[in-house]
């Protein structure tokens, strides 16, 4: 088998070393429920409670601020549907055209339950104008819920910029942080977030962990009504992927004034657009996490170059990987304007710490040499060679 090249780090990564040592003691010996009074059982809540400082270390709030859940997913739901309840009058909330399929769904789903959805366009970049959100907002709006960084792209939102604006318009915010959290600082005390979603995945912790910041001051409640987690999210926790999600957050808080993904990612980036004719970035290069590379490869179909990579060992993906199943082009280089063509021409490469300088190198072979075989396989070549 070919060694893997894995540079698909924001679908998910792998569990770091450290995590898995942290995990196994409490999959063995450590099982304790941590909701007993016993020794086992307050050696868990013990556990429990490192990790949640731990995640709320690198979050920059309190502890007690930190609900931990099944996934990104799940936080997302609680958040949304929390300041829904707040108050039941108010029946409209704020999106954009770009979020992650979790929010889409969700938003989809209020839709046909009576809210009225406002979802906000992005320009060719992935920006948002932020004088048009402001103006969105309106009494009956409930919740302004959006993305940090892109899951596609890598684009940040101004998420401060927006917090001052619905502190203005005193409305609640939820911001999805899943791509964001342990890839750049985060400092939520007084930054005017009321909730904030993150995964364990994301950042090399196991699946099926997920961690939702809810603001202190902010009224709460539970989507899973039960006892644990102060009453705030029912389920006994799933211990071990919390403890591993907390030794994930503290190795993140390490490595994240790193500059070795970005160098990467940037040499990755420079070498297709001078190495591959009718290479293009998508997305704002500036706002954008340090680890992911959007690019399309004119006349190049990038199912066919997903499948071709994939026989070399390189992973990387094709819009996002929750819904990669699809022919559909990204729906979020749709709302950036590129055409289906371009959109469907598209790759994301995102780059993780346990990357290697090889990896760079046999991806910067790999690729071009992929682009060039689909454009001569192509019966119409190459618009661009053609050109
Ligand atoms: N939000 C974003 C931006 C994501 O990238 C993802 C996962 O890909 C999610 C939410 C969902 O997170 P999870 O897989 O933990 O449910």
Redesign the pocket.
Known sequence: MKPLIYLDN???TEIAPEVLEVMLPLLREGFGNPSSVYALGRQAAKVLEEARARVAALAGCRADEILFTS??????NTAVQSALALDPDKKHVITTAV??S??IKLCEHLAQRGYEITWLPVDSDGMLDLDQLAAAIRPDTALVTL?W???ETGVLFPVHEIAEIARKKKTLLHV?A??AFGKLPISLADSGIHFL?A????IHAA?GV?ALYVNRRVKFTPLLRGSQESARRGGTQNMASIAGFGKAAELAAEHIGSRQVLDWRNAFEEHMLSAVPGCTVNGDRTHRLPNTSNLSFDGVESEGALILLDEQGLCCSAG???TSGSINPSHVLKAMGLTNERARASLRFSFGRYNSAGDLARACELVPAVVAKLRALSPAGSPVLAA
């Open positions: 924001n679908a998910t996934c990104g997913t799940e936080s997302i979020e992650h979790a929010t993305l960084a892109n899951n999805d899943v791509q979603s995964s364990g995945h994301k699946k997920g996002s990987a929750c």
